[in-house]
């Protein structure tokens, strides 16, 4: 089955930088996956960060992040990255990777029920 795990959560500074990637398993056709990627504070609701399609050339970002973010893959290492700048303290959320399977050919999505698969969570705190 299809398994996704995230990993570079941690603890940095405000204005500091974090890339966090996400892994399938070795399993997984990763092509045949749009993914995404998610944040929750503690009883909030998850949020949408960042969107790409199969092959990472078309892109989506929430207005809180972009500029700040970049979403890539590499689909011969069946991996997806978040590459976060400029953090700041309301950054701090837990974020989880999402995969979608079959994707409608280059499509992005961007709602929670869009995705078939979910990553564990990385924890990421920004202090001031």
């Known amino acids: 089955q299809a398994r996704f795990v995230e990993s570079g959560g941690g603890l940095v500074q405000a204005g500091g930088s974090l890339r966090l990637s996400c892994a399938a398993s070795?399993?997984?056709?990763?092509?045949?996956?749009?993914m995404g990627w998610f944040r929750q504070a503690p009883g909030k609701e998850r949020e949408f960060v960042a969107a790409?399609?199969?092959?990472?050339?078309?892109?989506g970002y929430a207005d809180s992040v972009k500029g700040r973010v970049t979403s890539s893959r590499d689909n011969a290492k069946s991996m997806a990255y978040l590459q976060m700048n400029s953090q700041k303290p309301e950054d701090t959320d837990v974020y989880y990777c999402?995969?979608?399977?079959?994707?409608?050919?280059?499509?992005?999505?961007?709602?929670?029920?869009?995705?078939?698969?979910w990553g564990q969570g990385t924890q990421v705190t920004v202090s001031s």
């Open positions: 999402a995969a979608k399977l079959f994707p409608s050919g280059r499509s992005v999505w961007y709602r929670i029920d869009d995705y078939d698969y």
């Open positions: 070795e399993r997984t056709t990763f092509t045949n996956y749009a």
């Open positions: 790409m399609d199969w092959t990472g050339g078309r892109t």
